[in-house]
């Protein structure tokens, strides 16, 4: 298991992007579970956000994508406003141990 963040990170920051072993993620808790996803957009194969662990768009609802403003839900990954339309972000397999939140 490689670590991704601490709950403490997303206290910090209600997204939190990492990169681990040459792979760029984000993390985010919804509806209080830990939710994690490949970080690429699936439109143009590009990180999503505008700046350091900035994935939200601005109502912190949906996840947005920086260059063609594409919404995702943050629940499942899928793209429900832009050029990726019903495509899904790759979501990863993590695990929450001592309030720290592993990649699987």
């Not at 793209?79 to 929450?96: F, I, M, N």
Request: charged share 25%; glycine share 6%; proline share 5%.
């Amino acid at each position: 298991m490689r670590m991704l963040c601490t709950r403490d990170d997303l206290r910090r920051h209600p997204t939190f992007g990492v990169t681990v072993d040459g792979e760029q993620y984000l993390v985010l808790e919804y509806d209080n579970q830990i939710k994690a996803y490949r970080n690429c957009c699936p439109h143009l194969h590009i990180p999503l956000e505008w700046e350091e662990h900035a994935f939200l768009d601005k109502d912190s609802h949906l996840i947005r994508c920086s260059t063609h403003g594409a919404l995702f839900m943050p629940d499942n990954g899928e793209c429900v406003s832009g050029p990726c339309a019903g495509d899904k972000l790759q979501a990863v397999a993590t695990r929450e141990s001592n309030n720290t939140i592993y990649l699987l």
